[in-house]
């Protein structure tokens, strides 16, 4: 199966939790079926990306990366890459990537969807990352390090977390919800 054919699929068998995602979740399906190259970051000005955020087993902290280019504390995540044959794997992949964590236990169903415009993607065009993000595991002392794409890569206790955008902290919020079940 193909990446785009695992992105169809893990999305059209995903019950979303609101209004919002399932209108999100309508979108994406949209794109993929109107863009063969919807994977791609050549699908221009919009294409699909994955991402995960990590908690601790307890859901008392969130791993977060102060991102270089977006200058904010934000989930891993990015793009596709030729090699990756599902869409979990490409926010697996990119979390071991972005916070060196070689520990991660991924749930592989969809957490939650976005749309965020990216200016730094490609210079000159605003792009739209039509993110789905994904909730991982892992220990709080596991070794982790900051990737070239961050200013720093660090544990922030739930009671304590830096300041983050809207959509973060809901982000957080819902993935502690799903843990702790």
């Known amino acids: 199966m193909s990446l785009h054919a695992d992105a169809r699929a893990v999305l ?3 019950t979303p939790a609101s209004p919002r995602l399932a209108e999100l979740r309508e979108r994406f399906l949209h794109h993929l079926a109107a863009h063969p190259d919807a994977m ?10 994955a991402g995960t955020v990590v908690l601790t087993p307890q859901a008392d902290a969130v ?4 991102h270089r280019k977006a200058d904010a504390w934000l989930a891993f ?4 890459e030729p090699g990756d044959a599902t869409l979990a794997g490409v926010a697996l992949r990119e979390a071991h990537e972005e ?6 236990a991924l ?3 969809p957490l939650d969807l976005d749309v965020h415009a990216v200016e730094f993607c490609v210079p000159g065009t605003t792009v739209h990352h039509l993110d789905v993000r994904f909730l991982a595991t892992a220990q709080r002392g596991a070794d982790h390090r900051a990737s070239e794409e961050s200013l720093d890569v660090r544990w922030w206790p739930l009671d304590a977390l830096p300041e983050l955008l ?6 957080v919020g819902d993935a502690v919800a799903r843990l702790r079940g």
């Open 107 to 109: 749930d592989p169903v």
């Open 63 to 66: 791993l977060l990366n102060h």
């Open 77 to 80: 995540g990015g793009h596709c």
């Open 12 to 14: 059209s068998g995903w």
């Open 166 to 171: 809207p959509d973060m902290r809901r982000l």
């Open 40 to 49: 791609t970051r050549a699908c221009l000005p919009d294409h699909l990306t």
């Open 99 to 104: 916070s060196g964590l070689r520990e991660l």
